[in-house]
Every structure is written in C-alpha cells, then in structure tokens.
C-alpha cells in the first residue's frame, strides 16, 4: 500500500474508446500530479495541480483532460488515442511545494491503444 | 532539451560489491535532488535526496553526492544486494516549486 492507488493497472481501448484513469490518494497531500512513461524515455510530468488548481499542463495534446474534483482524487480522461500514446501512467502526490516534499507515486496504468 | 541526463542505461555489480549510479543536470535553478528506485509493474518509490546546501547525504546503504560545480550527483550503494536490482531515475527540482524533472533512468543489476 503506497498510498497513492491507481485504477485500473491494465487498459486496452481503441482509438475511437473514451476512458478514463482514476487515482487516488490517501496522504492527505495537496498536490496531485501526471507522469507519463514512454519506453526508453524519462518520466513525461503532463499536468500538476494545487489545491484542485491546475498549475501546470505541459503541452499535453487536448486528448488527454485531466480532472481534480478535490485534493485526493485525479482523474485523466482519454478519447480518440493514438498507438503512440500507448506507455505506462502514473500519479503522483505530495504536500505541496518547497524542499523536501517527495512525490509519492502510485502502481500506474499500463495503456494500450490498438 | 533534457534537463537531467543519466548516461548509462544498465548497470551491472556483484553482490557486496559498491553500485555508482550517475546523474548529470544542466539546469542551475536545479537545487534539490532526488533518487526514485522502480521495480516492474510497480511506480517509482522515492529513495534518498539532497539539497543543494550540502554535498552528501547518508542513509543506510545508500548515500548521494552532489558536485555542484559540476552539475553532477552520484548515488552509491555499499554492500549491493540482489533485492537492490531495479530501475533508479534520478530527479531535481527547484525550491519554488513542486514539479520533478526526471532523467532517463539506469538498469541496476546485482547478481548473487
């Protein structure tokens, strides 16, 4: 238990599918964040946001929307997917911002768009 | 342009023997770094930071130099173990802010 649960693990869609990748945490930290994991590739920070604020979005194509209803949960809705967008996502949190405060990330979502 | 650059994709030590992991950066504004370790199907977990104010920091096995002149952090872990096998990415971030640069990530393997 990492604190940080994502859901699902595993997702195949088609690129005309609408999906959505859930996260959550439990750490009562404040900012939430997307990673994406391409193979061979350091990890993509895609979106951050505070206090349920986006403050960051870095130029994720509009195919990817992300959602925060509230500091503990982060969604990523996904529709009309490319093969390329095919990686490993990942959620992270921490308390928020300064020296210190470690991102804890969750298992991630391994994503296959065929 | 990446930022935080980890050159060698794979390492591979003998069990008790020291693990070097190297990490190389070309932002200035960097001034806190950190080691994440990942095993597969799992994400990242955080490992062991340093701020920029010191040029070590110790925790058990694991202990990360910082050059600053250099732009350059290291992570050594002394005895490694097999259980040590993972995927380390090193990070950085600035102070005023929350968002982690991530480098590609090395292929540590430690056999028995």
């Known amino acids: 238990e990492t604190g940080v649960t994502q859901t699902p693990r595993h997702l195949v869609m088609g690129m005309t599918n609408k999906k959505s990748l859930k996260c959550e945490q439990h750490l009562g930290h404040n900012a939430m964040y997307w990673y994406k994991q391409s193979a061979k590739k350091p990890l993509e920070l895609m979106f951050v946001?505070?206090?349920?604020?986006?403050?960051e979005n870095n130029s994720v194509p509009s195919r990817f929307s992300p959602e925060c209803p509230n500091s503990s949960h982060l969604f990523l809705h996904l529709h009309t997917l490319q093969p390329e967008d095919s990686a490993l996502y990942l959620c992270?949190?921490?308390?928020?911002?300064?020296?210190?405060?470690?991102?804890?990330f969750g298992q991630g979502t391994r994503l296959t768009v065929v | 342009d990446q930022q935080v650059k980890q050159n060698s994709p794979s390492l591979s030590v003998q069990e008790g023997r020291i693990s070097i992991l190297n990490c190389d950066y070309t932002?200035?504004?960097?001034?806190?770094f950190l080691w994440y370790k990942k095993y597969p199907a799992e994400g990242p977990t955080f490992l062991i930071s340093i701020s920029s104010i010191k040029d070590k920091n110790e925790d058990g096995r694991f202990t990360v130099f910082l050059n600053k002149s250099a732009k350059h952090l290291s992570l050594h872990i002394v005895p490694s173990q097999p259980g040590d096998s993972a995927v380390y990415f090193c990070a950085a971030r600035k102070t005023s802010g929350s968002r982690l640069t991530f480098g590609e990530g090395t292929q540590l393997t430690v056999n028995p």
């Open positions: 946001y505070n206090f349920k604020e986006q403050t």
């Open positions: 932002n200035s504004m960097f001034d806190y």
């Open positions: 992270a949190s921490s308390p928020g911002q300064g020296a210190g405060t470690e991102a804890f």
